[in-house]
């Protein structure tokens, strides 16, 4: 028989006499019983089953008990993730934001209604706006306001109040100015309040408070589409023009602090270029989105 | 249906045969394929644990490649695969009482030559081959336990043996 196969018989203990007697006559008889006797010496590590079926019975009558835990815990813990995203989503602020060359108008939650000119952010709480009505801006918005408890208008530069009105509020880079066109408006600029009437406006420049004549019109200038300045500084003009068409500007030798009295329109670049450098002696050129202004 | 509704494993009776029946064969299973440095028991535990957990949705026909796949899988959770070595015994059974140094010293390192060529055989052929050399399981048991055909048990074996002899002569 062939030595494979009297190795395998062996292997399974499958050997009847005749082949036992086949096997001890292989020339590795010797070696084989070797290995065979050696390898035991590896033999696994006691188990007793019933130690083991004990353990496992305790753990499992241990765990049994706190079953109906789990999937408590679980919808437990969906409900928190559920409620507290609902909580953050609802009392995140609500933000408006418009750019360069782009106006909007927005109907907050008490039907109060806000235009915002160009470059302007606007942001307010959906979720306390019962108990106090607060704004934040950052930019130039009207606001025709509903009658109700106090209106805050919140500025980096200060804070506007207002008891059911309309007004404009411009805060820019250094220049904050408050128009009230009906009602009456408080306007509490470095914590001292100032009380606008209708017609009356406030303007700080720089930090210097300037005065101004009486509102003659009854809505900003800037809803028709148009900026009016009188006597300002030429830099907030150029300021202004840059917000309401995509250009920058580059000076030669002009004073920027000279005052101008006037208005651009905010749909036609060549005539509003016209209007703010005529009557200054200015000459432009344009490129792409870059005027030169020259001295004539 | 009747029946079956009644054979769950959920019944403490059934979980505990089962237990009885396939524990041991388990462990040395485990523990011949990935040393003991693995805790094969508690890994024994554990399958039974999640065995229990599931008592509803297997049949006790099931239970036994159920418990062989997970105590497998929670093992090789733990394992990036190193190597297996196996420690044997320290109190040999002794033989002969009049052993002097040389042949002690054989002895010794035939040992070390066997564990190291253990170690070098595949996770398959090892388990079979201790199965049947240790625990005397004939080639078909080992084929029910480890559910492949009786040939390739055999294969196996005689793979691990000639690999064993081989591994020894060269070391």
Request: proline share 2%; net charge neutral; hydrophobic share 35%.
């Amino acid at each position: 028989m062939k030595r494979e196969i009297l190795i395998s018989k062996w292997l399974d203990n499958d050997l009847n006499d005749q082949d036992l007697e086949a096997f001890k006559n292989l020339e590795d008889y010797d070696d084989l019983v070797k290995l065979s006797n050696n390898v035991k010496a590896f033999k696994a590590d006691d188990y007793n089953a019933s130690e083991e079926l004990d353990r496992a019975l305790k753990t499992i009558r241990e765990n049994t008990t706190t079953h109906w835990f789990k999937p408590a815990v679980r919808v437990a813990a969906i409900l928190a993730v559920c409620f507290s995203l609902y909580y953050y989503t609802t009392t995140l602020d609500t933000t408006i934001s418009t750019d360069v060359a782009q106006k909007t108008t927005i109907e907050l939650p008490d039907a109060s209604i806000v235009s915002l000119n160009a470059k302007t952010v606007l942001s307010y709480n959906k979720k306390s706006w019962k108990d106090e009505r607060d704004v934040e801006l950052n930019g130039e918005a009207f606001f025709k306001v509903a009658k109700g408890s106090s209106f805050n208008v919140k500025t980096t530069s200060g804070t506007v109040t207002v008891y059911g009105t309309q007004f404009n509020v411009k805060q820019r880079n250094h220049y904050f100015e408050v128009i009230c066109y009906e009602g009456i408006v408080g306007v509490t600029y470095n914590s001292q309040l100032t009380k606008l009437k209708a017609g009356d406006s406030f303007l700080i420049i720089d930090g210097k408070l300037i005065a101004k004549e009486k509102e003659a019109s009854s809505t900003p200038s800037w809803l028709n589409n148009e900026s009016q300045f009188k006597s300002l500084p030429y830099k907030e003009v150029l300021s202004e023009f840059e917000r309401q068409y995509k250009v920058t500007f580059k000076l030669e030798n002009i004073d920027i602090n000279q005052l101008f009295t006037g208005s651009f329109a905010h749909n036609n670049i060549d005539i509003a270029l016209k209007s703010i450098t005529l009557p200054l002696h200015l000459t432009f050129s344009k490129t792409n989105n870059t005027v030169i202004l020259k001295r004539e | 249906m009747g029946k079956q509704l009644h054979d769950t494993i959920c019944e403490e009776s059934i979980f505990s045969s089962i237990f009885n029946k396939h524990s041991k064969d388990l462990h040395n299973f485990l523990y011949y394929k990935f040393g003991e440095l693995l805790n094969p028991k508690d890994k024994v535990q554990e399958a039974f644990i999640k065995l229990w957990q599931n008592c509803s949705k297997i049949s006790p026909d099931k239970a036994k490649s159920f418990l062989f796949t997970t105590a497998n899988n929670l093992m090789l959770n733990e394992i990036a695969h190193q190597k297996v070595v196996l420690k044997h015994q320290q109190t040999k059974p002794k033989t002969y009482t009049n052993e002097n140094p040389e042949f002690l010293m054989q002895e010794d390192e035939y040992m070390q030559k066997l564990q190291k060529a253990l170690s070098n055989l595949t996770e398959a052929q090892r388990v079979a081959f201790l199965m049947n050399r240790i625990e005397g399981k004939r080639f078909k048991e080992i084929a029910e336990l480890l559910n492949i055909s009786t040939k390739a048990v055999e294969k196996r074996i005689y793979g691990a043996l000639e690999k064993l002899r081989k591994d020894i002569k060269e070391l």
